[in-house]
């Protein structure tokens, strides 16, 4: 059973950082494509962040030179370091696991990001 587990959330003024935690279970994070995702309200879920198996990263123009996706093997962890925080960065962030071999992606139970301005 795969589990994905994130924290770090908070409130925090613009222009301040944050660092979103995601401990996964029953999966192997260096071993999957993993990423990061969120939603504000009234709007679709959109992608933030990827890493690959192979450690490449991708993001999403918004928050390019911002935020950092990463991963801790050791701890089987995957982080999201979110600097230079925008009042449109509010949202419920959360972490992704997309297992390729079954076509089957598994979320975590999201953790609110709030910006003020």
């Known amino acids: 059973q795969v589990q994905l587990v994130e924290s770090g959330g908070g409130l925090v003024q613009a222009g301040g950082s944050l660092r979103l935690s995601c401990a996964a279970s029953?999966?192997?994070?260096?071993?999957?494509?993993m990423g990061w995702h969120r939603q504000a309200p009234g709007k679709q879920r959109e992608l933030v962040a990827t890493i690959t198996s192979l450690g490449s990263t991708n993001y999403a123009d918004s928050v390019k030179g911002r935020f950092t996706i990463s991963r801790e093997n050791a701890k089987n962890t995957v982080y999201l370091q979110m600097n230079s925080l925008k009042p449109e960065d509010t949202a419920v962030y959360y972490c992704n696991s997309y297992d390729s071999r079954w076509n089957v992606d598994y979320w975590g139970q999201g953790t609110q990001v709030t910006v003020s301005s």
């Open positions: 029953g999966t192997i994070v260096s071993a999957k494509l």
